[in-house]
């Protein structure tokens, strides 16, 4: 008669069984840790919105409801040490003012890096919030830049990556279109647009009209001043692109909420 021996594999399989629970019960526990992770971040990008929005208001600027997104993760490990690694903010449709003038941002896109803020003040809207490091990266219409000229008729634009100007001139009773580009730079927070070698088809072959488009370029060749930034964000870079015209700021050490 044959021996009966137990079987070994039953507990082996409840084992895996065992094991198999445990590890989907961890997956779970770490699904619901990044939603709640999330779910804070997103708390805290509301409020830091709310906050951006009266800082822009403070300076008589306008813009749409500002976008933001708290990056890093674990969120609430940042949360508790009570710094950030990067809080970016998007704001679209901006319009400031320059001498009375309005002057359309579309978009300004701003960075900021190593921000502190204690919990307090993220659960409660009141404290300092601090940027170690801020960039911003706006870009100007010309529509609104050419309006800061106050030349009836002139149009800039982007032309191989220089500033292009189209504008109707009347020289010695002559009416022309003048076309040429500029240089741009930044001086003292301000734009500096130097026009120089402007040609116009048709200009009379006399000493006398070539004085006076080059005093016309020189009419033009200003320092437009740009609208106050929000951060207390320093202009350091234009470009000419198709888009308009791009700026490159940057700042440090800024408070995120009471920024002038």
């Known amino acids: 008669m044959a021996e009966a021996y137990p079987t070994e594999g039953r507990p082996r399989r409840r084992g895996r069984k065992v094991l198999i629970g445990f590890l989907v019960l961890l997956l779970v526990l770490a699904g619901l840790l990044v939603v709640a992770d999330r779910v804070a971040a997103g708390v805290a990008e509301r409020a ?4 951006v929005r009266q800082e822009v208001a403070k300076q008589d600027a306008q813009s749409a409801a500002p976008k933001v997104e708290v990056g890093g993760f674990p ?5 508790l040490a009570g710094r950030y690694e990067r809080i970016s903010i998007q704001l679209t449709d901006v319009k400031g003012s320059v001498q009375g ?9 701003v960075d900021a890096r190593d921000v502190t803020a204690s919990l307090d003040t993220i659960r409660s809207g009141r404290g300092d919030v601090v940027a170690e490091r801020v960039d911003g990266r706006g870009t100007v219409t010309y529509d609104s830049l050419a309006k800061l000229l106050k030349r009836p008729g002139l ?3 982007e032309r191989d990556g220089k500033l292009a100007v189209t504008a109707p001139v009347d020289i010695l009773g002559v009416k022309l279109t003048v076309n040429g580009t500029a240089a741009v730079t930044v001086a003292d927070g301000k734009v500096a647009l130097r026009f120089s070698d402007l040609t116009a088809d048709g200009l009379p072959n006399v000493a006398l009209a070539r004085t006076l488009l080059a005093n016309y370029a020189r009419s033009i060749s200003i320092d437009v001043p740009l609208p106050e930034l929000p951060f207390q964000l320093n202009v350091r870079k234009v470009e000419p692109r198709p888009e308009g ?16």
Do not use: E, M
Request: net charge negative.
């Open 75 to 79: 969120f609430l490990n940042q949360v």
């Open 101 to 109: 003038d309005t002057v359309d941002v579309p978009r300004l896109d």
């Open 155 to 157: 149009t800039l634009g």
């Open 48 to 51: 830091i919105a709310d906050q």
């Open 245 to 260: 015209l791009v700026v490159t700021a940057d700042a440090a050490n800024v408070p995120l909420n009471s920024a002038r």
